[in-house]
Structure formats: C-alpha cells, structure tokens
C-alpha cells in the first residue's frame, strides 16, 4: 500500500472514530498534498509526499517553538499531537550514530576540507535521506566537524 492509500484509510478510520486532531492533521496534509499535486500537474510520487509531510512537520515544530516562547501551552500541546499523527507517516529519523556516520562519509566523498564546503556536504545528506534527516541537525553536526 503506497502513502496516498494509507493516508486517505487512515483518514476514513478517523472520520468514523470521530478523532478530531487525527482527522483535522489528515485533512489539512491531504490539501497540501493535493496543492503540491495542481503546481505539478501529476500525482505525487511517494517521495514527493514525503517532503509534503516533511514540511507540514517542520511547520509543527516552529509553532511549538513559538506558542511555548508565547506561554500558550493550549496551542503549543495540540500543535504536539498534530505533530506525532504526521510523524507516524515519515519515515523514520536517523540515529545519531548513524547521522555521524553519514556526516563523516559525505565530508570525504565530497572531499569538503572547510567550513565553506559546508552546503555541499549538508544537500548531499539531505537528498541521500530524504525525510530520515533533519537539516538542523544535519547542518550542526557538519559544522562542528568541518570546524574541528
């Protein structure tokens, strides 16, 4: 069963299970999915849906930065449970181990020497694992490495 189809049952489910977060978190990625697929004009790949989540989820997470730096801990709490619903669909995070491991292979196979190759090293990662990466941490860990 690809994405879309999990996506759109689970939807269903929640909509017969009255779950207004899970069904208000589904609705809102089936009208991004279904924008990002009109811009396109095609259907979405997987991988193309899970940058549409990928995106939705970082969406997620500066709110929770910025309702829990306002005090509104109501806000900041249902943006947490939208956020755990979006990240049963990606796919999941590295490890940290595993995202040294990947930092120290893509600074050799890119041969970055400085902190200026710093962009290179990071898009290289970031296409290679596609929604496993966050680029934050992605972009500190390649810093602190260059640096050293």
Same mark, same amino acid.
């Given at each position: 069963?690809?994405?879309?189809? #999990?996506? +759109? ?8 299970? !009255? %779950?207004?977060? @899970?069904?208000?978190?589904? *609705?809102? &990625? ?29 969406? #997620?997470? +500066? ?8 005090? !509104? %801990?109501?806000? @900041?709490?249902?943006?947490? *449970?939208? &956020? ?65």
């Amino acid at each position: 069963m690809n994405l879309t189809d #999990r996506i +759109e049952k689970d939807y269903l489910a929640a909509y017969k299970a !009255r %779950d207004e977060v @899970r069904l208000s978190v589904l *609705r809102m &990625l089936k009208t991004a999915a279904k924008n990002r697929q009109v811009e396109l004009l095609r259907p979405l790949t997987d991988d193309e849906l899970v940058d549409v989540l990928t995106r939705q989820a970082k969406q #997620r997470r +500066e709110s929770i930065e910025q309702f829990g730096r306002a005090g !509104r %801990d109501d806000l @900041r709490n249902r943006e947490e *449970r939208e &956020l755990e619903v979006l990240l049963e669909y990606l796919p999941a995070p590295l490890t940290e181990e595993e995202l040294v491991r990947e930092v120290d292979q893509a600074i050799a196979e890119v041969g970055a020497h400085s902190v200026k190759d710093m962009g290179r090293v990071v898009s290289a990662i970031l296409a290679k694992h596609k929604g496993r990466a966050d680029g934050k941490k992605v972009s500190d860990l390649t810093r602190s490495r260059l640096s050293s």
